[in-house]
């Protein structure tokens, strides 16, 4: 996948930099130092912005964004994107994503070197040449309150429903909690009838996964919506219907590869706005909790300039 690039002139200011310490369970914390340093070759200077929860961290970046920043960097994984990403969103401010988390979906999928040191070399060039390019996001409207952004994919199925129930937990810690949420909610699994509006056309389908991606992949590689290109203004969803529990474990590995679209149980449509509600299920989007159904998510084409 590709976009265009054209030169953006950056405001005269910093380059942001938010880090989450914590992200890939703390593997890449001792390269927090070399990448600002990478990053400085940009020719601007660095400024390391401080938060000690995910609510903090977005508010720190919508400051830096107000305060004038040539560039807002962050480094983690697909979580500490979303953060940045709503500062950024729709704003001329690029923006750089550095792969140092569990899940990298976003910086993968939209042309970022899996390595973190090499990711902050190009965007430090970028910054040198003074270029950005151009790619979509996805924005979700709910009932209430303000729009979201993600760049990856919304989860609006079992996925969800599984991460619901692990945030729920308080035992056992680390991927085990998960694994133990997947085991309760698949003895728990039954369609649920979903209220769809593709580009105004209303469906009605029962299913049990249901997946809104700007982007292909989410989970770390999951390339759920393969088809998904973050250039082409449009959103992949696929649905998976009437999956029985035998059914959807044998499915769940092909998503690896994307050949789940083979099963004649799941289908993907391409649109520009989806209308999507059911009952009882919070959403997920870039891995984090976001807003309860019912919601609209419009793809919005160029929203996000990338310092690449």
């Not at 508010?59 to 983690?76: P, S, T």
Request: overall charge neutral; aromatic content about 4%.
């Amino acid at each position: 996948m590709t976009a265009e690039v054209h030169p953006s002139v950056t405001p005269d200011g910093p380059v942001a930099v938010l880090a989450n310490p914590s992200a890939g369970r703390g593997r890449h914390r001792g390269l927090l130092a070399p990448l600002l340093s990478r990053l400085a070759t940009g020719g601007r200077p660095v400024r390391l912005l401080e938060a000690h929860t995910a609510d903090e961290a977005e508010a720190v970046c919508r400051d830096a964004v107000a305060d004038g920043v040539a560039a807002l960097v962050a480094v983690g994984g697909d979580g500490t994107m979303h953060r940045g990403i709503q500062a950024v969103a729709g704003t001329t401010i690029p923006f750089g994503p550095v792969p140092a988390g569990t899940g990298n979906d976003f910086a993968a999928d939209t042309g970022f070197p899996t390595d973190p040191l090499a990711a902050a070399e190009v965007m430090a060039a970028a910054l040198r040449d003074g270029r950005s390019s151009p790619v979509d996001l996805a924005r979700m409207t709910g009932p209430t309150g303000p729009p979201r952004w993600y760049g990856a994919v919304l989860a609006a199925g079992f996925d969800a429903i599984v991460n619901e129930r692990a945030n729920r937990m308080s035992w056992p810690r680390g991927p085990r909690r998960y694994d133990l949420a997947i085991m309760v909610e698949l003895a728990r699994l039954r369609p649920r009838r979903y209220k769809l509006r593709l580009d105004g056309e209303p469906h009605e389908v029962d299913a049990v996964l249901v997946a809104v991606g700007n982007c292909p992949s989410y989970g770390g590689g999951m390339r759920i919506c393969p088809d998904a290109d973050p250039t082409d203004g449009l959103l992949d969803v696929v649905v998976g219907g009437r999956l029985d529990r035998r059914t959807l474990i044998r499915v769940k590995p092909s998503i690896y590869q994307g050949t789940h679209l083979r099963h004649p149980l799941v289908h993907s449509y391409r649109v520009r706005t989806v209308e999507l509600a059911a009952e009882g299920i919070t959403t997920y989007a870039d891995g984090e909790r976001s807003l309860e159904l019912p919601l609209t998510v419009s793809a919005v084409p160029g929203a996000l300039r990338l310092l690449r």
